[in-house]
């Protein structure tokens, strides 16, 4: 029994000796078992001044399995992609190339590597992408691949200090080994590769720059990195939080460094357009003030983007620089002054917090010299103003800076024998919204400028069913408001203007059953349909969204 007792001890003895050396080797060789994750984000291994990133996380969760993507089976049985398979479009989107049959082969090649999951080496749990533009071509560009990794990936990393125990010479490959990294080139590879690892992280590229700062950054505890700067804790930090998935896309991109190196042209829309319109865009956006972008998309219920861009003011004119400094409106005003006017099956919702001033003398600003002149003198036929800016100026006082556009389908009935006379276009059913300060003065400002529209009506193209008669009516809607109807056979679809002032609401649209149905929305007259407010996809979008918006678009 002594004897026995004695010979397990030498044997405990020796296994722990052996697991001690062969830990140490292992660790001296390769890397150590014991080693932690790398806690921090990725994001902080990143330097703080490249030009682009993106990032995923739990990126496995997007695929059943790897290479499908997780949306396959529901993608290839909707009538969409049926249709799409079906025309000529397929061929020249995919060169030819069946991408399924591409995938099946993808499949089978990793199937033949068994017990090994790709995702779960390398990127699955974590995955970014960052680097700097060099040149229009894409291919110039410097980039670094960041991958969290499992033991394999571990391992794999550190034989590659040992190229001898890979063969990687008889495959054509050259390795260069460093203490902080290793180099591959080959003729099979179109630029040198660079790999480092910080604990569990892997990070491959072509710039060697890029490789290294990812050691340097963790020395320094991500000081100086892209994951503590401003533009990503504001902007893709806190619009993540925002989101329910935590596992969103996240991106960054210096726009201007981008669109130098690739050779865009900043000026976008084209003020020099023969379009009016293109350059009337022009005045309140140009692609050249943008400096960067930077936030998150999600894809759990369609594609669902949080972005924010920081814009250059000395780009646009004076009345969008104006518009970006302002404050905007409060988003619950938003939702319960206009979005509560909107039915719920509205289509298209947008609010604007605009001068409704500066939008007009843009409009006219960038009109052909001959339309200036032509709204001039019929201003000043009216005997009331001196000319377009004097309208403007009043028409800037009566309203306060905001407007809603609201669109929804046109399935209102129609009554043949009374409804105005038009061209049969099919149109949507829309309406304009704008606001006063309710006040007696602006209601009589209101109804002196609709007595301008009867007076001058056939100048306006305003006519009733006898082209001899007027063409402007005013009666009581069914809620008891006050509404004013202009026939014009210049208006598609419809043939007639209508508005109607509610308070401090004026909405003007292009159907007068359609105001009716906007007031009974606003005082919740039209049950089992409800206002677009009350809706929880359009509520969850706007909780998810900025406090303050100086435009929201549904």
Same mark, same amino acid.
Do not use: C
């Given at each position: !029994?002594?004897?026995?007792?004695?010979?397990?001890?030498?044997?405990?003895?020796?296994?722990?000796?052996? *697991?001690?050396?062969?830990?140490?080797?292992? /660790?001296?060789?390769?890397?150590?078992?014991?080693?932690?994750?790398?806690?921090?984000?990725?994001?902080?291994?990143?330097?703080?001044?490249?030009?682009?990133?993106? #990032?995923? *996380? %739990?990126?496995?969760?997007d695929f059943d399995p790897f290479p499908h993507p997780a949306f396959e089976r529901a993608l290839l049985a909707s009538p969409a992609w049926l249709a799409f398979e079906r025309s000529e479009d397929y061929a020249a989107v995919f060169g030819g190339q %069946?991408? +399924?049959?591409?995938?099946?082969?993808?499949?089978?090649?990793?199937?033949?590597?068994?017990?090994?999951?790709?995702?779960?080496?390398?990127?699955? $749990?974590?995955? *970014?992408?960052?680097?700097?533009?060099?040149?229009?071509?894409?291919?110039?560009?410097?980039?670094? +691949?960041?991958?969290?990794?499992?033991?394999?990936?571990?391992?794999?990393?550190?034989?590659?200090?040992?190229?001898?125990?890979?063969?990687?010479?008889?495959? &054509?490959?050259?390795?260069? @080994?460093?203490?902080?990294?290793? =180099?591959?080139?080959?003729?099979?590879?179109?630029?040198?590769?660079?790999?480092?690892?910080?604990?569990?992280?892997?990070?491959?590229?072509?710039?060697?720059?890029?490789?290294?700062?990812?050691?340097?950054?963790?020395?320094? =505890?991500?000081?100086?990195?892209?994951?503590?700067?401003?533009?990503?804790?504001?902007?893709?930090?806190?619009?993540?939080? $925002?989101?329910?998935?935590?596992?969103?896309?996240?991106?960054?991109?210096?726009?201007? /460094?981008?669109?130098? &190196?690739?050779?865009?042209?900043? $000026?976008?829309?084209?003020?020099? /357009?023969?379009?009016?319109?293109?350059?009337?865009?022009?005045?309140?956006?140009?692609?050249?003030?943008?400096?960067?972008?930077?936030?998150?998309?999600?894809?759990?219920?369609?594609?669902?983007?949080?972005?924010?861009?920081?814009?250059?003011?000395? !780009?646009?004119?004076?009345?969008?620089?104006?518009?970006?400094?302002?404050?905007?409106?409060?988003?619950?005003?938003?939702?319960?002054? #206009?979005?509560?006017?909107?039915?719920?099956?509205?289509?298209?919702?947008?609010?604007l917090h605009a001068g409704i001033g500066d939008l007009l003398r843009e409009y006219l600003d960038t009109a052909e010299p001959a339309l200036r002149a032509n709204v001039d003198e019929f201003v000043r036929s009216t005997g009331k103003y001196d000319g377009?800016?004097?309208? @403007? =100026?009043?028409?800037?006082?009566?309203?306060?800076? $905001?407007?809603? +556009?609201? @669109?929804?389908?046109?399935?209102?009935?129609?009554d043949e024998a009374n409804d105005p006379p038009n061209d049969g276009a099919p149109t949507f059913a829309m309406a304009l919204v704008l606001w006063t300060d309710g006040s007696e003065r602006a209601r009589a400002t209101i109804e002196e400028l609709h007595?301008?529209?009867?007076?001058?009506?056939?100048?306006?193209?305003?006519?009733?069913?006898?082209? %001899?008669? &007027?063409?402007?009516?005013?009666?009581?809607?069914?809620?008891?408001?006050?509404?004013?109807?202009?026939?014009?056979?210049? @208006?598609?679809?419809?043939?007639?203007?209508?508005?109607?002032?509610?308070?401090?609401?004026?909405?003007?649209?292009?159907?007068?059953? !359609?105001?009716?149905?906007?007031? =009974?929305?606003?005082?919740?007259?039209?049950?089992?349909?409800?206002?677009?407010?009350?809706?929880?996809?359009?509520?969850?979008? *706007?909780?998810?969204?900025?406090?303050?918006?100086?435009?929201?678009?549904?």
């Amino acid at each position: !029994m002594p004897r026995t007792s004695r010979l397990l001890r030498i044997l405990l003895t020796v296994a722990g000796v052996l *697991a001690f050396v062969g830990d140490f080797a292992f /660790s001296t060789v390769l890397f150590s078992p014991t080693e932690g994750d790398y806690e921090p984000d990725v994001s902080t291994l990143v330097p703080r001044n490249v030009d682009f990133f993106l #990032a995923k *996380a %739990d990126l496995s969760d997007d695929f059943d399995p790897f290479p499908h993507p997780a949306f396959e089976r529901a993608l290839l049985a909707s009538p969409a992609w049926l249709a799409f398979e079906r025309s000529e479009d397929y061929a020249a989107v995919f060169g030819g190339q %069946d991408p +399924l049959r591409l995938l099946s082969e993808l499949e089978a090649e990793l199937q033949q590597v068994k017990g090994v999951a790709p995702l779960k080496v390398f990127g699955g $749990r974590d995955l *970014a992408l960052a680097g700097w533009i060099r040149g229009p071509q894409l291919e110039q560009a410097d980039w670094a +691949l960041y991958g969290r990794v499992n033991w394999l990936g571990k391992l794999g990393a550190s034989l590659l200090r040992h190229p001898g125990l890979l063969g990687l010479d008889a495959r &054509g490959l050259s390795v260069a @080994v460093e203490d902080d990294h290793v =180099a591959l080139s080959g003729p099979e590879l179109p630029r040198e590769i660079y790999l480092t690892r910080v604990r569990d992280v892997v990070v491959v590229g072509t710039s060697r720059e890029l490789v290294l700062a990812a050691r340097d950054l963790e020395a320094r =505890a991500g000081q100086d990195s892209l994951g503590q700067g401003a533009a990503y804790d504001e902007h893709i930090q806190a619009s993540r939080a $925002r989101g329910p998935e935590r596992d969103e896309l996240e991106a960054f991109l210096d726009w201007r /460094s981008w669109s130098e &190196g690739a050779l865009l042209s900043g $000026r976008w829309p084209d003020p020099e /357009s023969p379009f009016h319109t293109t350059q009337l865009l022009s005045r309140f956006f140009q692609l050249g003030a943008i400096k960067d972008v930077a936030g998150v998309v999600g894809f759990d219920r369609g594609i669902r983007a949080r972005v924010h861009a920081t814009l250059s003011s000395e !780009m646009v004119g004076p009345t969008a620089a104006r518009l970006y400094r302002q404050r905007g409106a409060d988003t619950s005003e938003i939702l319960s002054q #206009a979005a509560a006017l909107a039915p719920a099956d509205t289509g298209l919702f947008a609010y604007l917090h605009a001068g409704i001033g500066d939008l007009l003398r843009e409009y006219l600003d960038t009109a052909e010299p001959a339309l200036r002149a032509n709204v001039d003198e019929f201003v000043r036929s009216t005997g009331k103003y001196d000319g377009a800016e004097a309208l @403007v =100026a009043e028409l800037d006082a009566l309203f306060r800076g $905001r407007l809603a +556009l609201i @669109v929804r389908p046109n399935d209102y009935p129609v009554d043949e024998a009374n409804d105005p006379p038009n061209d049969g276009a099919p149109t949507f059913a829309m309406a304009l919204v704008l606001w006063t300060d309710g006040s007696e003065r602006a209601r009589a400002t209101i109804e002196e400028l609709h007595d301008i529209v009867v007076t001058k009506q056939q100048a306006l193209g305003i006519q009733g069913p006898d082209p %001899d008669k &007027g063409g402007v009516f005013k009666f009581k809607v069914q809620s008891g408001h006050d509404t004013w109807e202009f026939w014009s056979p210049l @208006v598609p679809g419809t043939g007639h203007l209508a508005v109607v002032v509610d308070g401090p609401r004026y909405i003007l649209s292009n159907n007068f059953r !359609m105001l009716g149905d906007l007031i =009974a929305t606003f005082y919740g007259r039209t049950p089992g349909r409800g206002s677009l407010s009350r809706q929880v996809a359009f509520q969850g979008l *706007a909780d998810e969204g900025l406090d303050n918006a100086n435009a929201l678009v549904w």
